[in-house]
Protein backbone atom coordinates (compact mmCIF):
# COMPACT_ATOMS: atom_id res chain seq x y z
CA UNK A 1 0.00 0.00 0.00
CA UNK A 2 1.55 3.12 -0.73
CA UNK A 3 2.75 6.31 1.74
CA UNK A 4 1.86 9.38 0.55
CA UNK A 5 3.12 12.41 2.00
CA UNK A 6 0.45 13.28 4.17
CA UNK A 7 2.32 10.52 6.18
CA UNK A 8 5.45 11.38 6.23
CA UNK A 9 7.50 11.83 9.72
CA UNK A 10 8.91 14.79 11.06
CA UNK A 11 12.23 16.54 9.40
CA UNK A 12 14.07 15.31 12.58
CA UNK A 13 13.48 11.43 12.03
CA UNK A 14 13.67 11.59 7.91
CA UNK A 15 17.06 10.43 7.59
CA UNK A 16 15.91 7.04 9.48
CA UNK A 17 19.12 6.86 10.82
CA UNK A 18 17.50 6.38 14.87
CA UNK A 19 17.55 2.54 16.29
CA UNK A 20 15.61 3.08 19.38
CA UNK A 21 13.72 5.56 21.40
CA UNK A 22 15.30 9.24 22.04
CA UNK A 23 16.15 9.77 25.92
CA UNK A 24 15.28 13.56 24.66
CA UNK A 25 16.22 16.97 22.74
CA UNK A 26 19.67 17.31 25.46
CA UNK A 27 20.63 13.26 25.18
CA UNK A 28 23.34 12.64 21.60
CA UNK A 29 22.76 9.03 20.45
CA UNK A 30 24.13 6.34 22.47
CA UNK A 31 27.40 4.32 21.43
CA UNK A 32 25.67 1.70 20.11
CA UNK A 33 23.54 4.32 17.70
CA UNK A 34 26.56 5.97 16.66
CA UNK A 35 27.89 2.74 15.10
CA UNK A 36 25.03 1.74 13.54
CA UNK A 37 25.30 5.53 12.09
CA UNK A 38 29.04 5.27 11.46
CA UNK A 39 27.87 2.19 9.28
CA UNK A 40 25.04 3.25 7.40
CA UNK A 41 27.27 6.31 6.02
CA UNK A 42 29.83 4.34 4.75
CA UNK A 43 27.79 1.87 3.23
CA UNK A 44 26.26 5.02 1.32
CA UNK A 45 29.59 5.98 0.79
CA UNK A 46 30.56 3.10 -0.88
CA UNK A 47 27.57 3.22 -3.31
CA UNK A 48 29.00 6.35 -4.40
CA UNK A 49 32.65 4.87 -4.82
CA UNK A 50 30.90 1.95 -6.67
CA UNK A 51 30.24 4.70 -9.92
CA UNK A 52 33.90 4.13 -10.72
CA UNK A 53 33.62 0.46 -10.13
CA UNK A 54 33.88 -0.80 -14.38
CA UNK A 55 30.82 -2.36 -16.30
CA UNK A 56 27.09 -1.49 -15.23
CA UNK A 57 26.84 -4.98 -13.73
CA UNK A 58 29.45 -4.57 -11.32
CA UNK A 59 28.56 -1.24 -9.99
CA UNK A 60 24.68 -2.85 -8.98
CA UNK A 61 26.92 -5.51 -7.59
CA UNK A 62 28.81 -3.90 -4.95
CA UNK A 63 25.63 -1.08 -5.13
CA UNK A 64 23.54 -3.89 -3.34
CA UNK A 65 26.39 -4.97 -0.94
CA UNK A 66 26.23 -1.70 0.06
CA UNK A 67 23.00 -1.01 0.32
CA UNK A 68 21.74 -4.63 1.97
CA UNK A 69 24.19 -3.11 4.84
CA UNK A 70 22.93 -0.11 5.32
CA UNK A 71 19.14 -1.16 5.19
CA UNK A 72 19.37 -4.05 7.30
CA UNK A 73 17.08 -6.26 4.82
CA UNK A 74 16.91 -10.08 4.15
CA UNK A 75 16.90 -9.40 0.72
CA UNK A 76 16.68 -6.56 -2.25
CA UNK A 77 16.70 -6.08 -5.38
CA UNK A 78 17.14 -3.38 -8.41
CA UNK A 79 15.13 -3.08 -11.47
CA UNK A 80 15.05 -1.34 -14.00
CA UNK A 81 11.90 0.71 -15.53
CA UNK A 82 11.10 -0.49 -19.17
CA UNK A 83 8.51 2.61 -19.95
CA UNK A 84 8.23 1.01 -23.78
CA UNK A 85 6.31 -2.05 -22.27
CA UNK A 86 4.89 -0.82 -19.00
CA UNK A 87 7.13 -2.93 -16.79
CA UNK A 88 10.34 -3.48 -14.43
CA UNK A 89 12.87 -5.50 -15.20
CA UNK A 90 14.44 -7.10 -12.27
CA UNK A 91 18.68 -7.11 -12.43
CA UNK A 92 20.00 -7.84 -9.78
CA UNK A 93 18.59 -10.39 -6.44
CA UNK A 94 21.02 -10.26 -3.21
CA UNK A 95 20.77 -11.76 0.22
CA UNK A 96 18.40 -14.81 1.31
CA UNK A 97 16.85 -15.49 -1.72
CA UNK A 98 14.08 -17.57 -2.55
CA UNK A 99 14.97 -20.79 -4.87
CA UNK A 100 13.29 -19.16 -7.25
CA UNK A 101 15.21 -16.26 -7.60
CA UNK A 102 18.24 -16.26 -8.84
CA UNK A 103 21.15 -13.28 -8.23
CA UNK A 104 21.39 -12.23 -11.73
CA UNK A 105 18.13 -13.28 -13.41
CA UNK A 106 17.51 -13.24 -16.85
CA UNK A 107 13.73 -12.63 -17.19
CA UNK A 108 12.85 -12.03 -13.91
CA UNK A 109 9.67 -9.11 -14.84
CA UNK A 110 6.77 -7.35 -13.07
CA UNK A 111 4.07 -5.48 -14.79
CA UNK A 112 2.19 -2.16 -14.02
CA UNK A 113 -1.19 -4.39 -14.89
CA UNK A 114 -0.66 -6.83 -12.40
CA UNK A 115 1.67 -4.79 -9.57
CA UNK A 116 -0.42 -1.78 -9.27
CA UNK A 117 1.95 -0.21 -7.13
CA UNK A 118 4.78 0.56 -9.35
CA UNK A 119 2.18 3.01 -11.57
CA UNK A 120 2.53 5.21 -8.02
CA UNK A 121 6.18 4.87 -8.14
CA UNK A 122 7.17 5.98 -11.44
CA UNK A 123 4.04 8.58 -11.53
CA UNK A 124 4.37 10.24 -8.30
CA UNK A 125 7.48 9.01 -7.59
CA UNK A 126 6.07 7.14 -4.21
CA UNK A 127 7.54 4.49 -2.38
CA UNK A 128 5.21 2.03 -0.79
CA UNK A 129 5.17 -0.27 2.74
CA UNK A 130 3.60 -3.88 2.04
CA UNK A 131 3.10 -5.80 5.18
CA UNK A 132 1.66 -9.09 4.75
CA UNK A 133 -0.50 -9.44 8.29
CA UNK A 134 -2.31 -5.88 7.28
CA UNK A 135 -2.59 -5.97 3.66
CA UNK A 136 -4.98 -7.87 1.87
CA UNK A 137 -4.10 -11.71 1.29
CA UNK A 138 -5.50 -11.26 -2.52
CA UNK A 139 -3.15 -8.65 -3.50
CA UNK A 140 -0.16 -9.76 -6.00
CA UNK A 141 2.33 -8.05 -3.92
CA UNK A 142 1.29 -10.00 -0.59
CA UNK A 143 0.86 -13.30 -2.92
CA UNK A 144 4.56 -12.72 -4.11
CA UNK A 145 5.68 -12.09 -0.72
CA UNK A 146 4.39 -15.55 0.43
CA UNK A 147 6.02 -16.60 -2.64
CA UNK A 148 9.50 -15.34 -1.33
CA UNK A 149 8.93 -16.54 1.99
CA UNK A 150 9.06 -13.15 3.37
CA UNK A 151 7.01 -11.11 5.62
CA UNK A 152 7.16 -7.16 4.85
CA UNK A 153 9.06 -5.20 1.93
CA UNK A 154 9.12 -1.67 0.51
CA UNK A 155 9.92 -0.44 -2.79
CA UNK A 156 11.28 2.77 -3.66
CA UNK A 157 12.01 4.56 -7.12
CA UNK A 158 15.73 5.19 -8.42
CA UNK A 159 16.32 8.53 -9.70
CA UNK A 160 18.48 9.26 -12.47
CA UNK A 161 18.50 13.40 -13.85
CA UNK A 162 15.14 13.95 -12.96
CA UNK A 163 13.67 11.05 -14.36
CA UNK A 164 12.56 7.42 -12.77
CA UNK A 165 15.22 4.62 -14.05
CA UNK A 166 14.17 1.85 -11.68
CA UNK A 167 13.22 0.56 -8.45
CA UNK A 168 14.85 -0.51 -5.13
CA UNK A 169 12.88 -3.27 -3.40
CA UNK A 170 13.33 -4.83 0.39
CA UNK A 171 12.10 -7.69 2.37
CA UNK A 172 12.61 -8.81 5.63
CA UNK A 173 11.38 -11.94 7.25
CA UNK A 174 8.91 -12.70 10.39
CA UNK A 175 12.07 -12.64 12.39
CA UNK A 176 12.63 -9.13 11.75
CA UNK A 177 10.60 -5.74 12.54
CA UNK A 178 8.39 -4.93 9.49
CA UNK A 179 9.07 -1.96 7.32
CA UNK A 180 7.65 1.71 8.98
CA UNK A 181 8.18 5.40 7.92
CA UNK A 182 11.60 5.50 9.03
CA UNK A 183 12.78 3.05 6.90
CA UNK A 184 10.81 3.92 3.78
CA UNK A 185 12.96 7.14 4.16
CA UNK A 186 16.43 5.56 4.71
CA UNK A 187 15.50 3.47 1.80
CA UNK A 188 14.32 6.82 -0.28
CA UNK A 189 17.60 7.94 0.76
CA UNK A 190 19.60 4.78 -0.39
CA UNK A 191 18.12 4.57 -4.11
CA UNK A 192 18.97 8.12 -4.59
CA UNK A 193 22.32 7.83 -3.68
CA UNK A 194 22.11 4.62 -6.46
CA UNK A 195 20.59 7.25 -8.62
CA UNK A 196 23.57 9.65 -8.26
CA UNK A 197 25.98 7.02 -8.52
CA UNK A 198 24.38 5.56 -11.51
CA UNK A 199 24.10 9.02 -13.36
CA UNK A 200 28.05 9.36 -12.66
CA UNK A 201 28.76 5.98 -13.97
CA UNK A 202 26.85 6.98 -17.57
CA UNK A 203 28.60 10.30 -17.57
CA UNK A 204 32.14 8.52 -17.13
CA UNK A 205 30.71 6.31 -19.90
CA UNK A 206 29.23 9.46 -22.35
CA UNK A 207 32.96 10.45 -22.01
CA UNK A 208 34.56 7.43 -22.79
CA UNK A 209 32.07 7.03 -25.14
CA UNK A 210 33.31 10.52 -27.41
CA UNK A 211 36.95 9.33 -26.78
CA UNK A 212 35.99 6.62 -29.00
CA UNK A 213 33.18 6.85 -31.32
CA UNK A 214 33.86 9.29 -34.33
CA UNK A 215 30.82 12.01 -33.66
CA UNK A 216 29.53 12.56 -37.33
CA UNK A 217 29.06 8.67 -38.23
CA UNK A 218 28.73 6.59 -34.35
CA UNK A 219 31.17 4.42 -35.41
CA UNK A 220 34.53 3.45 -33.55
CA UNK A 221 37.50 6.34 -34.19
CA UNK A 222 40.99 5.47 -34.51
CA UNK A 223 41.87 5.51 -30.82
CA UNK A 224 39.23 2.54 -30.18
CA UNK A 225 40.46 0.83 -33.14
CA UNK A 226 44.05 1.16 -32.14
CA UNK A 227 42.66 -0.41 -28.54
CA UNK A 228 40.97 -3.10 -30.25
CA UNK A 229 43.82 -4.28 -32.55
CA UNK A 230 46.47 -4.26 -30.18
CA UNK A 231 44.18 -6.56 -27.92
CA UNK A 232 43.07 -8.82 -30.73
CA UNK A 233 46.73 -9.02 -32.21
CA UNK A 234 48.13 -9.69 -28.48
CA UNK A 235 45.75 -12.99 -28.81
CA UNK A 236 46.95 -13.86 -32.21
CA UNK A 237 50.64 -13.60 -30.34
CA UNK A 238 50.13 -15.99 -27.62
CA UNK A 239 47.12 -18.07 -29.16
CA UNK A 240 47.68 -17.80 -32.70
CA UNK A 241 44.10 -16.66 -33.09
CA UNK A 242 43.84 -14.45 -36.45
CA UNK A 243 42.89 -11.09 -37.25
CA UNK A 244 42.31 -9.30 -40.06
CA UNK A 245 41.30 -6.18 -41.24
CA UNK A 246 39.27 -4.15 -43.91
CA UNK A 247 40.32 -1.18 -44.61
CA UNK A 248 38.64 1.40 -47.37
CA UNK A 249 38.32 4.55 -48.86
CA UNK A 250 35.25 5.70 -50.19
CA UNK A 251 35.59 6.84 -53.72
CA UNK A 252 34.29 10.86 -54.89
CA UNK A 253 33.89 12.40 -51.66
CA UNK A 254 36.13 15.70 -52.58
CA UNK A 255 33.70 15.84 -55.90
CA UNK A 256 30.85 15.80 -53.08
CA UNK A 257 32.06 18.41 -50.97
CA UNK A 258 33.61 20.27 -53.75
CA UNK A 259 29.63 20.03 -56.21
CA UNK A 260 27.39 19.97 -53.52
CA UNK A 261 29.11 20.88 -50.02
CA UNK A 262 29.85 19.33 -47.31
CA UNK A 263 26.57 18.81 -45.81
CA UNK A 264 25.89 16.34 -48.85
CA UNK A 265 29.40 14.89 -47.95
CA UNK A 266 28.83 14.38 -44.71
CA UNK A 267 25.91 12.55 -45.59
CA UNK A 268 27.57 10.15 -47.83
CA UNK A 269 29.48 9.43 -45.02
CA UNK A 270 27.12 8.35 -42.65
CA UNK A 271 25.39 6.63 -45.79
CA UNK A 272 28.93 4.53 -46.29
CA UNK A 273 28.89 4.13 -42.61
CA UNK A 274 25.62 2.61 -41.92
CA UNK A 275 26.54 -0.09 -44.73
CA UNK A 276 30.14 -0.38 -43.12
CA UNK A 277 28.11 -1.21 -39.45
CA UNK A 278 26.14 -3.83 -41.64
CA UNK A 279 28.70 -5.71 -42.82
CA UNK A 280 30.73 -5.71 -39.92
CA UNK A 281 27.64 -7.33 -37.97
CA UNK A 282 28.03 -10.61 -39.91
CA UNK A 283 31.32 -11.15 -38.72
CA UNK A 284 31.05 -11.64 -35.28
CA UNK A 285 33.57 -9.39 -32.43
CA UNK A 286 34.10 -7.08 -35.33
CA UNK A 287 34.40 -3.19 -34.79
CA UNK A 288 33.56 -0.58 -37.81
CA UNK A 289 35.33 2.31 -37.55
CA UNK A 290 35.64 6.11 -39.16
CA UNK A 291 39.76 6.25 -39.26
CA UNK A 292 39.36 9.90 -40.62
CA UNK A 293 38.20 11.84 -43.80
CA UNK A 294 37.52 9.04 -46.34
CA UNK A 295 39.14 6.24 -44.54
CA UNK A 296 37.37 3.53 -42.92
CA UNK A 297 38.03 -0.23 -41.34
CA UNK A 298 36.55 -2.88 -39.69
CA UNK A 299 38.88 -5.16 -37.01
CA UNK A 300 37.72 -8.64 -37.46
CA UNK A 301 39.23 -10.95 -34.63
CA UNK A 302 38.97 -14.42 -35.01
CA UNK A 303 37.73 -15.26 -38.16
CA UNK A 304 38.03 -17.37 -41.00
CA UNK A 305 39.98 -15.00 -43.97
CA UNK A 306 37.62 -16.14 -46.74
CA UNK A 307 34.36 -15.14 -44.70
CA UNK A 308 36.32 -11.67 -44.03
CA UNK A 309 37.07 -11.33 -47.73
CA UNK A 310 33.34 -12.11 -48.73
CA UNK A 311 32.22 -9.44 -46.38
CA UNK A 312 34.52 -7.09 -47.70
CA UNK A 313 33.42 -8.09 -51.44
CA UNK A 314 29.20 -7.72 -49.77
CA UNK A 315 30.43 -3.88 -48.29
CA UNK A 316 31.76 -3.45 -52.54
CA UNK A 317 28.29 -4.48 -53.72
CA UNK A 318 26.47 -2.70 -51.74
CA UNK A 319 28.19 0.83 -52.44
CA UNK A 320 27.69 0.43 -56.21
CA UNK A 321 23.72 -0.43 -55.63
CA UNK A 322 23.99 3.11 -53.64
CA UNK A 323 24.07 6.32 -55.05
CA UNK A 324 27.41 6.68 -53.83
CA UNK A 325 30.41 6.89 -56.41
CA UNK A 326 31.89 3.23 -54.96
CA UNK A 327 34.65 2.70 -52.50
CA UNK A 328 38.31 1.12 -52.75
CA UNK A 329 38.63 -1.96 -50.38
CA UNK A 330 42.07 -3.66 -49.34
CA UNK A 331 41.94 -6.73 -47.09
CA UNK A 332 44.88 -8.53 -44.76
CA UNK A 333 44.77 -11.14 -42.46
CA UNK A 334 47.20 -13.02 -40.39
CA UNK A 335 45.30 -16.28 -41.28
CA UNK A 336 46.86 -15.51 -45.30
CA UNK A 337 50.26 -15.89 -46.79
CA UNK A 338 51.71 -12.78 -45.69
CA UNK A 339 54.77 -13.75 -44.36
CA UNK A 340 55.42 -13.12 -40.43
CA UNK A 341 53.40 -10.32 -39.34
CA UNK A 342 54.81 -9.60 -35.57
CA UNK A 343 53.04 -6.29 -34.90
CA UNK A 344 49.43 -4.55 -35.82
CA UNK A 345 51.19 -1.94 -37.47
CA UNK A 346 52.32 -4.50 -39.55
CA UNK A 347 48.58 -5.64 -40.50
CA UNK A 348 47.69 -1.97 -41.22
CA UNK A 349 50.32 -1.60 -43.50
CA UNK A 350 49.41 -4.68 -45.61
CA UNK A 351 45.57 -4.07 -45.29
CA UNK A 352 46.26 -0.27 -46.42
CA UNK A 353 48.89 -0.94 -49.33
CA UNK A 354 46.13 -3.64 -50.51
CA UNK A 355 43.02 -0.77 -50.37
CA UNK A 356 45.70 1.81 -51.86
CA UNK A 357 45.97 -1.10 -55.20
CA UNK A 358 41.90 -0.80 -55.30
CA UNK A 359 42.10 2.49 -55.55
CA UNK A 360 45.14 3.19 -58.36
CA UNK A 361 43.21 0.43 -60.33
CA UNK A 362 39.53 1.49 -59.51
CA UNK A 363 38.55 -1.97 -58.74
CA UNK A 364 35.19 -2.83 -58.16
CA UNK A 365 36.08 -5.84 -55.42
CA UNK A 366 38.85 -6.12 -52.56
CA UNK A 367 42.05 -6.46 -52.90
CA UNK A 368 43.99 -9.21 -50.90
CA UNK A 369 47.39 -9.01 -49.47
CA UNK A 370 48.70 -12.29 -50.17
CA UNK A 371 46.42 -13.41 -52.65
CA UNK A 372 46.32 -12.94 -56.56
CA UNK A 373 45.08 -9.91 -57.48
CA UNK A 374 41.68 -10.11 -59.11
CA UNK A 375 40.78 -10.29 -62.69
CA UNK A 376 41.87 -7.16 -64.26
CA UNK A 377 43.89 -4.96 -61.52
CA UNK A 378 46.77 -6.42 -62.29
CA UNK A 379 46.39 -5.46 -65.77
CA UNK A 380 45.16 -1.94 -64.92
CA UNK A 381 48.43 -1.57 -62.34
CA UNK A 382 50.85 -2.53 -65.24
CA UNK A 383 49.34 0.53 -67.07
CA UNK A 384 51.27 3.10 -64.09
CA UNK A 385 54.64 3.41 -63.69
CA UNK A 386 55.87 3.03 -60.46
CA UNK A 387 54.48 4.34 -57.15
CA UNK A 388 56.21 7.46 -55.55
CA UNK A 389 55.62 8.71 -52.02
CA UNK A 390 54.13 11.62 -53.71
CA UNK A 391 51.31 9.29 -55.23
CA UNK A 392 50.75 7.76 -51.51
CA UNK A 393 48.70 9.84 -49.47
CA UNK A 394 50.09 9.57 -45.41
CA UNK A 395 48.20 7.12 -43.36
CA UNK A 396 47.90 7.02 -39.89
CA UNK A 397 50.75 8.75 -39.30
CA UNK A 398 52.84 6.00 -40.80
CA UNK A 399 56.98 6.41 -40.69
CA UNK A 400 57.42 4.15 -44.53
CA UNK A 401 57.94 7.73 -46.20
CA UNK A 402 60.08 9.24 -43.84
CA UNK A 403 63.48 8.17 -44.49
CA UNK A 404 65.06 9.94 -41.35
CA UNK A 405 62.70 8.05 -39.07
CA UNK A 406 63.61 4.72 -40.97
CA UNK A 407 67.00 5.38 -40.84
CA UNK A 408 67.02 5.51 -36.49
CA UNK A 409 64.54 2.59 -36.95
CA UNK A 410 67.60 0.93 -38.36
CA UNK A 411 70.36 2.40 -35.74
CA UNK A 412 68.05 1.16 -32.93
CA UNK A 413 68.19 -2.26 -34.97
CA UNK A 414 72.02 -2.16 -35.22
CA UNK A 415 72.75 -0.91 -32.12
CA UNK A 416 71.26 -4.44 -30.68
CA UNK A 417 73.60 -6.22 -32.98
CA UNK A 418 76.75 -4.96 -32.38
CA UNK A 419 79.42 -7.63 -32.33
CA UNK A 420 77.68 -9.36 -34.62
CA UNK A 421 79.28 -10.49 -37.83
CA UNK A 422 78.91 -8.43 -41.02
CA UNK A 423 76.02 -10.63 -42.73
CA UNK A 424 73.69 -11.23 -39.39
CA UNK A 425 73.98 -7.09 -39.47
CA UNK A 426 73.02 -6.55 -43.12
CA UNK A 427 70.38 -9.24 -42.87
CA UNK A 428 68.97 -7.37 -39.99
CA UNK A 429 69.06 -4.21 -42.06
CA UNK A 430 67.55 -6.07 -45.31
CA UNK A 431 64.66 -7.49 -43.41
CA UNK A 432 64.07 -4.00 -42.14
CA UNK A 433 63.76 -2.36 -45.22
CA UNK A 434 61.48 -5.75 -46.72
CA UNK A 435 58.63 -5.56 -43.91
CA UNK A 436 58.50 -1.72 -43.59
CA UNK A 437 57.96 -1.10 -47.75
CA UNK A 438 55.73 -4.79 -48.11
CA UNK A 439 58.15 -6.59 -50.22
CA UNK A 440 57.99 -9.74 -51.48
CA UNK A 441 61.26 -10.82 -50.32
CA UNK A 442 64.71 -9.78 -50.29
CA UNK A 443 67.98 -11.61 -50.72
CA UNK A 444 71.51 -10.78 -49.50
CA UNK A 445 74.75 -11.48 -51.58
CA UNK A 446 78.63 -11.58 -51.47
CA UNK A 447 81.24 -11.18 -54.00
CA UNK A 448 84.23 -12.29 -52.13
CA UNK A 449 87.75 -10.38 -53.06
CA UNK A 450 88.75 -11.34 -56.74
CA UNK A 451 85.84 -13.15 -57.75
CA UNK A 452 84.05 -12.47 -60.72
CA UNK A 453 80.60 -13.75 -59.32
CA UNK A 454 77.66 -13.06 -56.87
CA UNK A 455 76.91 -15.61 -54.39
CA UNK A 456 74.00 -15.97 -52.43
CA UNK A 457 74.33 -15.95 -48.53
CA UNK A 458 70.88 -15.82 -47.28
CA UNK A 459 67.32 -14.81 -48.19
CA UNK A 460 63.59 -14.45 -47.24
CA UNK A 461 60.24 -14.81 -49.27
CA UNK A 462 57.70 -13.13 -47.51
CA UNK A 463 54.37 -14.07 -49.98
CA UNK A 464 55.35 -17.51 -50.86
CA UNK A 465 52.47 -20.40 -50.46
CA UNK A 466 53.78 -23.05 -48.57
CA UNK A 467 52.90 -25.73 -51.42
CA UNK A 468 54.46 -23.69 -54.61
CA UNK A 469 57.70 -24.31 -55.11
CA UNK A 470 60.23 -20.90 -54.74
CA UNK A 471 60.52 -19.26 -58.47
CA UNK A 472 63.52 -20.99 -60.93
CA UNK A 473 64.44 -17.61 -61.05
CA UNK A 474 64.40 -16.84 -57.84
CA UNK A 475 68.27 -16.81 -55.87
CA UNK A 476 68.75 -19.87 -53.38
CA UNK A 477 71.27 -20.58 -51.41
CA UNK A 478 74.95 -20.41 -52.60
CA UNK A 479 73.28 -19.45 -56.45
CA UNK A 480 76.66 -17.89 -58.51
CA UNK A 481 75.89 -14.95 -60.76
CA UNK A 482 78.73 -13.67 -63.02
CA UNK A 483 78.72 -9.72 -62.74
CA UNK A 484 79.32 -9.65 -66.34
CA UNK A 485 75.79 -10.59 -66.56
CA UNK A 486 74.47 -7.98 -64.59
CA UNK A 487 76.84 -4.71 -65.23
CA UNK A 488 74.31 -2.17 -63.77
CA UNK A 489 74.91 -4.27 -60.46
CA UNK A 490 78.55 -4.36 -60.39
CA UNK A 491 78.54 -1.21 -60.51
CA UNK A 492 77.19 -0.66 -57.01
CA UNK A 493 79.36 -2.55 -55.42
CA UNK A 494 81.55 -0.21 -54.26
CA UNK A 495 78.88 1.60 -52.59
CA UNK A 496 75.24 2.87 -54.22
CA UNK A 497 71.58 1.94 -54.41
CA UNK A 498 69.71 1.46 -57.89
CA UNK A 499 65.72 0.95 -58.29
CA UNK A 500 64.87 -0.94 -61.27
CA UNK A 501 61.80 -1.19 -62.31
CA UNK A 502 60.63 -4.07 -64.84
CA UNK A 503 59.54 -1.50 -67.94
CA UNK A 504 62.74 0.15 -67.56
CA UNK A 505 64.26 0.60 -71.05
CA UNK A 506 68.08 0.46 -69.52
CA UNK A 507 67.80 -2.12 -67.03
CA UNK A 508 70.26 -5.23 -67.22
CA UNK A 509 68.04 -8.08 -69.28
CA UNK A 510 69.08 -10.59 -66.98
CA UNK A 511 67.76 -8.58 -63.46
CA UNK A 512 64.28 -8.04 -65.66
CA UNK A 513 63.77 -11.61 -65.95
CA UNK A 514 64.19 -12.28 -62.85
CA UNK A 515 61.83 -9.40 -61.79
CA UNK A 516 59.35 -11.09 -64.44
CA UNK A 517 59.70 -15.03 -63.40
CA UNK A 518 59.30 -13.98 -59.70
CA UNK A 519 56.10 -12.11 -60.40
CA UNK A 520 57.99 -8.88 -59.05
CA UNK A 521 57.63 -5.44 -60.63
CA UNK A 522 60.52 -3.79 -58.82
CA UNK A 523 63.90 -4.13 -56.81
CA UNK A 524 65.76 -1.86 -54.73
CA UNK A 525 69.86 -2.86 -54.97
CA UNK A 526 72.42 -1.93 -52.43
CA UNK A 527 75.71 -2.70 -52.48
CA UNK A 528 78.66 -1.87 -49.98
CA UNK A 529 82.29 -3.30 -49.18
CA UNK A 530 83.18 -4.43 -45.76
CA UNK A 531 87.26 -3.70 -44.43
CA UNK A 532 87.95 -7.36 -45.79
CA UNK A 533 87.34 -6.22 -48.82
CA UNK A 534 84.61 -8.21 -49.85
CA UNK A 535 81.05 -6.60 -51.60
CA UNK A 536 77.96 -7.46 -50.12
CA UNK A 537 74.61 -6.64 -52.14
CA UNK A 538 71.35 -6.20 -50.85
CA UNK A 539 67.99 -6.84 -53.13
CA UNK A 540 64.57 -6.26 -52.03
CA UNK A 541 61.94 -7.22 -54.61
CA UNK A 542 58.62 -5.49 -54.65
CA UNK A 543 55.25 -6.67 -56.00
CA UNK A 544 52.00 -5.07 -56.47
CA UNK A 545 51.48 -5.24 -53.00
CA UNK A 546 54.57 -3.41 -52.16
CA UNK A 547 54.81 0.56 -51.77
CA UNK A 548 58.04 2.13 -53.88
CA UNK A 549 61.30 0.28 -53.59
CA UNK A 550 62.23 4.43 -54.73
CA UNK A 551 61.28 4.98 -50.81
CA UNK A 552 63.67 2.86 -49.39
CA UNK A 553 66.58 3.58 -51.38
CA UNK A 554 68.30 6.35 -49.37
CA UNK A 555 67.78 4.33 -45.81
CA UNK A 556 69.25 1.14 -47.59
CA UNK A 557 72.50 3.01 -49.01
CA UNK A 558 73.05 4.43 -45.03
CA UNK A 559 72.31 1.54 -42.91
CA UNK A 560 74.22 -0.77 -44.93
CA UNK A 561 77.58 1.61 -44.21
CA UNK A 562 76.89 1.40 -40.97
CA UNK A 563 76.17 -2.30 -40.25
CA UNK A 564 79.40 -2.73 -42.40
CA UNK A 565 81.68 0.03 -41.21
CA UNK A 566 81.03 -0.82 -37.04
CA UNK A 567 81.15 -4.75 -38.12
CA UNK A 568 84.63 -4.13 -38.99
CA UNK A 569 85.26 -2.07 -35.48
CA UNK A 570 84.50 -5.34 -33.04
Known amino acids: MPVGNDARPSAGHAAGLSDGPSAGPSAGPSAGQRDSMGARLGALADIARAAWAGSRADLLRQVSVAAHQALRVSSLSISQWEPEHGRIRVLINHGDLAASESAEPVDELYSVETFTYLRDLVDEL ?12 DEPDVQLLAELGKHCSVGVPIPLEGRVWGELYLTRTSEQPCFDQSDLDLALVVAAQIGAALATAEHLDRIDQLAHTDPLTGLANRRAVDEVLDSAFARHLAEGIPVSLIVCDLNGLKRINDDQGHEAGDRALVRFAAMLSSVAGRLPGSIASRLGGDEFCIVVPEAKADDVVAAAD ?14 SCGVASTADDVGDVDTAGRLFRLADAAQYRAKRSHAAVPVVAGRSLPEGVAEKLSQYGPI ?47 QRSDALGWWLSIVRPGSDSVV ?63 GAVS ?41 VHEAGLV
Open 126 to 137: QGWVINSETADP
Open 314 to 327: ELCRLVLRSPLEGV
Open 388 to 434: TTGDRRLFRGRELSDSARLVRSGIELLDETRGEATQARLASVADLLA
Open 456 to 518: TRQFALYRQRPEEPLSPHAPVLGTEYLLEDYPATGALLNGGVLVVNGGDSDADPAEVAILDGM
Open 523 to 563: VAMGGCRDTRGAAWLIEIYGDALSQSMGEISLPMRTLMAIA
